[in-house]
């Protein structure tokens, strides 16, 4: 692990509004050359969100949950207890000013720590997020959201350990209406978030070097 990046780890589910606020906070810090990058570990109350690209509101099906939007790429997704959720702030005016190579990496780090709790999980080309085999049957168990201001991170990562994965009624995830959502539960896995965490510690130094420039 980068001793220049700090990690945080909340130990009880924290309001999606007062997190959003927090890591644009810290992304204002990082960018003003005031703090250090983060990778911050979280669980959320149940909430739908909308990413800038969520402007079909017939895949909001159902919202019984609170919906906020927020400045990520992407559709709706679901946020709840049993869920992973990393925000990362990173400052790529050190590393690679790529948005894709970032983008890849965030899916290859997250990739690399569900191998490691022993999910098998892969890219669908031409479908977003993180994908895996449930019974046969591809499924959606991590979704990305990134946003890339003045070269600094927000957003990141949500994968499902052991949600409630009836929530993800209420909308159509990511917009992919033909694929299920699973969960390492479902898979008949017991994941908890200290093992997803230590997972995804053990796969960071690939992630940041991916990031490295040339």
């Not at 990082?30 to 703090?35: C, D, G, R």
């Not at 201001?149 to 949600?163: D, E, S």
Request: charged share 20%.
């Amino acid at each position: 692990m980068s001793a220049d990046v700090e990690w945080r780890v909340e130990p009880a589910p924290i309001d999606y509004a007062e997190a959003h606020a927090a890591m644009e906070a810290r992304a204002a810090a990082v960018t003003a050359h005031q703090a250090r990058e983060l990778v911050w570990l979280l669980e959320h109350p149940p909430v739908y969100t909308a990413g800038t690209s969520a402007t079909d509101d017939s895949e909001l099906l159902d919202p019984r949950f609170p919906v906020h939007r927020t400045g990520r790429g992407g559709r709706y997704t679901y946020h709840g207890p049993g869920q992973r959720i990393g925000y990362v702030v990173m400052d790529l005016r050190k590393r690679r000013r790529d948005v894709r190579c970032y983008v890849h990496a965030l899916e290859g780090w997250v990739i690399a720590a569900l191998g490691e709790v022993g999910v098998e999980a892969f890219r669908a080309p031409g479908r977003i997020g993180i994908w895996t085999l449930d019974r046969g049957r591809e499924a959606k168990i991590g979704a990305l959201g990134v946003r890339i201001r003045q070269w600094v991170t927000l957003h990141g990562f949500a994968v499902n350990l052991n949600p409630n994965l009836t929530h993800f009624g209420g909308i159509v995830p990511c917009g992919i209406p033909d694929f299920p959502v699973t969960s390492t539960a479902a898979l008949g896995l017991d994941v908890t978030a200290e093992g997803f965490d230590a997972a995804l510690s053990a796969a960071f130094l690939p992630f940041l070097d991916a990031l490295a420039v040339d």
